[in-house]
Nanobody
Framework: QAQLVESGGGLVQTGESLRLSCVASGDTSCIRQMAWYRQVPGKERKLVAALTGGDATNYADSVKGRFIISRDNSKNILYLQMNNLKPEDTAVYYC??????????WGQGTQVTVSS
């Protein structure tokens, strides 16, 4: 089993930046894709950015050009650099490590709040 722990969320103003981190520990051998999702109350969790084993990236249209997903393989850390934040980016952000359906791991989430 792998464990994922996010950090780096907080309260910022419009236009500011934050960097989220997700530390993976335990048995991560099954994982083939790492990704960030976000969720607001009453709505489904949505993909923000994904990174595959071949370093291919995929971004939601709403964050393209503002967010950057990256990782440090030596430390098993996934990052999400979020620039030019907007109030609509406010959500709980979750880290996911997956090779669905073989394995699928989620972190506990970190709150990001962007004030206008």
């Amino acid at each position: 089993q792998a464990q994922l722990v996010e950090s780096g969320g907080g309260l910022v103003q419009t236009g500011e930046s934050l960097r989220l981190s997700c530390v993976a520990s335990g048995d991560t051998s099954c994982i083939r894709q790492m990704a960030w999702y976000r969720q607001v109350p009453g709505k489904e969790r949505k993909l923000v950015a994904a990174l595959t084993g071949g370093d291919a990236t995929n971004y939601a249209d709403s964050v393209k050009g503002r967010f950057i997903i990256s990782r440090d393989n030596s430390k098993n850390i996934l990052y999400l650099q979020m620039n030019n934040l907007k109030p609509e980016d406010t959500a709980v952000y979750y880290c996911r490590g997956t090779n669905y359906p073989r394995c699928d791991f989620w972190g506990q989430g970190t709150q990001v709040t962007v004030s206008s």
